[in-house]
């Protein structure tokens, strides 16, 4: 975008000319750094086995329809976030909406679950790791989101790298519960969660110096 062009869009009040996304560029993009992601989790990480069971099981169509939201939500983040004059203010209860439901969700989990197994339904087998595969797959995504939001000129450049963080983080959780043996929604809610918080913080730091233009 050239400086002319956005002091006229800015000029002109919110939501008025704002620049288009050049989608087929960022669809080109973003598929690359997805389909890296996928490399990088079938070559070292691979299916689950037993993918077949998992799908016949209530509580996994809960946890891919959590992941599938806060894809589908980084992407409006990265979309809104990346132009300037573009609102923003229903953004925050748009990225709420999946975690709220899956806490729900989770909090009933536990409360009819005997005490002694509710540490089970939390803690897992993966927790310590869960989180920072999400963040290392969430890289290639990153970068490729990154690279589009430079070329956008985004204004609110801290904000936006943790719109771009939270996009990759968010996309990297949907590769990375292909393998992910864990299916209840306390772990969900909140492993899941800390893995995409990571790039999302880091996002935020990085933000003003990468996005800078």
């Not at 069971?53 to 329809?65: N, Q, R, S």
């Not at 292909?178 to 913080?201: D, K, M, V």
């Amino acid at each position: 975008m050239k400086t002319d062009d956005l002091i006229n869009m800015l000029a002109s009040g919110p939501d008025v000319a704002a620049t288009k996304l050049p989608l087929g560029r960022f669809a080109m993009l973003i598929s690359v750094g997805v389909l890296a992601s996928i490399l990088i989790m079938m070559t070292t990480l691979g299916l689950r086995p037993n993918m077949a069971e998992l799908a016949m099981l209530p509580a996994f169509w809960i946890k891919m329809a959590f992941v599938l939201a806060l894809a589908g939500t980084g992407w409006i983040t990265v979309s809104r976030l990346a132009t300037p004059g573009v609102r923003t203010t229903m953004l925050p209860a748009l990225i709420a909406a999946p975690i709220v439901l899956i806490w729900l969700v989770a909090a009933a989990s536990l409360i009819n679950t005997a005490p002694n197994e509710r540490a089970t339904l939390f803690w897992g087998d993966t927790w310590h790791y869960c989180s920072w595969l999400i963040a290392i797959l969430s890289l290639p995504i990153f970068a490729a989101v990154l690279k589009v939001m430079r070329e956008l000129a985004p204004t609110r450049l801290r904000l936006a790298g943790a719109g771009a963080g939270f996009a990759a983080g968010a996309a990297a959780t949907l590769v990375y519960s292909f393998h992910c043996p864990e299916i209840q929604a306390p772990f969900i809610g909140f492993w899941y969660l800390l893995g995409i918080l990571i790039p999302t913080g880091i996002g935020a730091l990085i933000g003003p110096r990468i996005l800078r233009w």
